[in-house]
């Protein structure tokens, strides 16, 4: 039987949500290092959880006489996580596009997306993290029990392997083996990427947040693995610890230049079509989960954060079309979605005038 894309990544069930992502953690920003209002709510670029829930969330509709109390359940929801929890908004939650961040819209499926409608969007996205997946999964309970509120969309839990930090870098392996991370700033260093500023035209409650897309990818592991490592090194364009294969290390930034027909790194290399300039990357920060399903399904919960969606997720999604990795890949599920700055600005924004 001939063993292709779509039958390996389409058999099956599909996965019931989607995870992943940068810690979120409050605290104040430095105006003159970042360009934000104290009240920033900056992105946690350190470790992550070892484990990961998202659950999507639909709530109520603008105007509905209970829509304000809802929010403010929402926003208390994460109490129980201080330090691993966090929120982040989607475009059916604003009433109004006047207050709504302007490049947020429903996220569109791409060149060979197949998007479920039940695993897509939402209003919110809450993100819990936790040390061990049977604690979470208690935990993800519990908060749920406090939203009477609110309806399930979707959830995913993720978990991270390997997981280790190299030059200020959280590193993990993904199912394709390969390690994931070495693109990343080291250390805050993400902040200057990925947080909306004064003077970007956004809402003034807006700044301080970021734009976080998520992309729930299911991953033909058995078509993958009967490739040579030489062949999947020369698809992804780096060895799998991270070196480059002009033998650049890991954590410094090979020159493309010096190889313009490809014959080191093929010019439809995962890594070379993501960021064709290594020495100017996209201006965005990533973190990937793993996950897997009892039914033998295996994939990447892709996440990143960017000041604006066109010029970070969306030029490198742009750019990957017909890249060599692309008959591995099936995009099954995510959304767009706007991470809040700290405090409850983005409360009073969802509510309608008075």
């Not at 207050?99 to 996220?107: A, K």
Request: charged share 20%; proline share 7%.
């Amino acid at each position: 039987m001939t063993v292709n894309r779509r039958s390996v990544l389409l058999g099956g069930c599909l996965a019931a949500g989607l995870a992943g992502g940068v810690g979120l953690a409050t605290r104040l920003s430095s105006s003159t290092e970042t360009g934000l209002t104290e009240r920033g709510q900056l992105l946690d670029w350190g470790a992550p959880a070892p484990h990961q829930a998202l659950i999507a969330l639909d709530g109520l509709s603008p105007g509905h006489p209970v829509r304000e109390e809802a929010l403010r359940q929402l926003a208390s929801a994460l109490r129980y996580y201080p330090a691993q929890g966090g929120l982040a908004l989607g475009h059916s939650i604003f009433p109004s596009p006047a207050t709504r961040p302007r490049g947020l819209t429903l996220m569109p499926a791409f060149p060979g997306d197949v998007l479920e409608s039940t695993q897509t969007h939402g209003d919110a996205l809450l993100q819990l993290g936790g040390a061990k997946a049977g604690t979470l999964q208690a935990s993800v309970a519990q908060v749920l029990a406090g939203l009477s509120h609110w309806k399930v969309r979707w959830q995913i839990q993720g978990f991270r392997t390997d997981q280790r930090e190299t030059a200020g870098r959280a590193l993990a392996r993904n199912p394709f083996h390969f390690t994931e991370g070495l693109g990343n700033p080291p250390g805050t260093q993400g902040d200057l990427r990925a947080l909306v500023r004064d003077g970007h035209g956004e809402p003034a409650w807006a700044v301080g947040g970021s734009y976080q897309v998520v992309r729930t990818i299911r991953l033909a592991t058995t078509l993958w693995d009967r490739d040579t490592q030489e062949e999947q090194e020369r698809i992804m364009g780096r060895r799998r610890n991270g070196q480059w294969l002009d033998g650049t290390p890991a954590t410094a930034r090979a020159d493309f230049s010096a190889d313009p027909h490809g014959r080191t790194t093929p010019l439809d290399a995962h890594v070379r079509r993501a960021a064709p300039d290594p020495l100017n990357p996209p201006p965005l920060v990533r973190r990937s989960y793993n996950y897997e399903h009892a039914q033998g399904e295996s994939g990447l919960i892709f996440t990143c954060f960017q000041s604006d969606l066109a010029t970070g997720f969306e030029a490198v999604q742009k750019r990957l079309e017909g890249e060599a990795m692309s008959k591995y890949l099936l995009t099954v599920g995510g959304g767009y979605f706007f991470v809040p700055p700290a405090g409850e600005g983005w409360v009073d924004a969802l509510l309608e005038p008075r």
